[in-house]
């Protein structure tokens, strides 16, 4: 994954659990300096329209 910065881009080489819920990988910034990085995915309490027209 890239992520573009004002200073140059961000890169994170990883890999994608199967279930989809953290990533882990490293991280390297645009000057080159590199970092392990770990992602979990949080619950969400996000509903989507028709969930909530099912709960009225």
């Not at 994608?16 to 990533?23: E, H, P, R, T, V």
């Not at 979990?40 to 996000?46: F, G, H, M």
């Amino acid at each position: 994954m890239v992520v573009a910065s004002a200073e140059g881009d961000v890169t994170f080489d990883g890999r994608l659990s199967a279930k989809g819920d953290f990533m882990c990988g490293t991280v390297t910034y645009h000057s080159g300096a590199t970092f392990p990085m770990m992602a979990q995915k949080r619950p969400s309490s996000y509903r989507s329209q028709h969930q909530a027209e099912r709960t009225r």
